[in-house]
């Protein structure tokens, strides 16, 4: 059974930095579309960053945009989330997500989706002090 495991969270002061992995085990996903998503207490998940499966585009949320940085080693069959400058505003759950559907395309807009994501980690947690 597929399985993604996130590790790397923890607590840092702000303006502090971080990087999160996303390790795969039961399958591989690197010929998928993977993202990360970000949940706040009291608020619903939502779009962090994504790759492409080729690892060619990146696509970011505003808020995160210059300071955090998504990549992927195949090798590795793991995604990271490079995070800099961190905020207080950044303390959440982050989860790992991956498309189910290999080698697939898509127009911007979709990469944003939590629909386009068939699999997901369990979360690690991300606490920024001010």
């Known amino acids: 059974q597929a399985q993604l495991v996130e590790s790397g969270g923890g607590l840092v002061q702000a303006g502090g930095s971080l990087r999160l992995s996303c390790t795969a085990s039961?399958?591989?996903?690197?010929?998928?579309?993977m993202g990360w998503f970000r949940q706040a207490p009291g608020k619903e998940r939502t779009f962090v960053a994504a790759?492409?499966?080729?690892?060619?585009?990146?696509y970011y949320t505003d808020s995160v945009k210059g300071r955090f940085t998504i990549s992927r080693d195949t090798a590795k069959s793991t995604l990271y989330l490079e995070m800099n400058s961190l905020k207080p505003e950044d303390t959440a759950i982050y989860y790992c997500?991956?498309?189910?559907?290999?080698?697939?395309?898509?127009?911007?807009?979709?990469?944003?989706?939590?629909?386009?994501?068939?699999?997901w980690g369990q979360g690690t947690q991300v606490t920024v002090s001010s």
């Open positions: 997500a991956a498309d189910g559907r290999p080698r697939r395309t898509y127009t911007e807009s979709n990469y944003y989706r939590r629909g386009l994501y068939d699999y």
């Open positions: 039961g399958r591989t996903f690197n010929e998928n579309v």
């Open positions: 790759i492409t499966w080729g690892g060619s585009f990146t």
